[in-house]
């Protein structure tokens, strides 16, 4: 039935019939020739999980992969009127060792914020750490006030060059302070007890000195005296022996 209904549309439209086949044909010719020239491609992926993780951007030139970090959660607050040392622990966080060691400044200020206003007081060394060691590096404060380290990256660390401790406050209480003065003041007065102790010492030995001499030269005044009149009274006897 379908076979007679395309002879007799042949036969009606001999031409739309014809451009239809040549239609098709293009197209099968097209679709030939552009499969033929087309390059082949191979697509494979890997769906493994690596554990491990990597730090893209990180290896910067001369950075050996270590970081330094200060472990202090909180400020210390010190309570000394007396030279005393502090004490900041520094670890290696990073995923490498330390190639060489590093440094660290002191900074210091009465009252405020040593980061902004302090005044570098010095630098001591920071030995070379392994990879999660961590050291104790310390400071000896002269006096009351604020005092803050500053650590010194590693050579091309990617995060910044420097890290700020956390603060030591070192505070002298008032009764201290108090009682430091009047210690000075008591050791002051001693000091002079002794000094005016030996002035007056030194004066009472020269006063007997010189009382020493007065009295020689008393004794000589008097037996010159002595000899003087025994040698009136001799010249008396003879001028009494030549009268008579």
Known sequence: MRSKRLRRFRRQFPVVFFLVKLIL???????SISYL???TAAH?????????????GYW???WDGSSLSFIQKGN?????CEPVEIAMEIKNAGDEDMINGSYFDIYYIENGNPEKHGQKLGEENIPALYSNESTEITYLAQKPGVYAFLAHQPEGHPEGQTVWSKWAIVNCPSGQAEQGEEEEIKDSAETKTDEEQNQ????????DIEEQEKERETT????DIDGTEEEEE???MGEEGETS
């Open 25 to 31: 044909i293009w197209y099968l010719v097209v679709f």
């Open 37 to 39: 020239t087309s390059g």
């Open 44 to 56: 494979f992926y890997d769906m493994e999980e690596a554990d491990s993780k990597v730090l893209a």
């Open 60 to 62: 910067a030139d001369g």
């Open 76 to 80: 210390d607050n010190i309570k000394s």
């Open 200 to 207: 007056e010492t030194e004066s009472n030995e020269e006063n």
């Open 220 to 223: 000589d005044d008097a037996g």
């Open 234 to 236: 001799e010249e008396d």
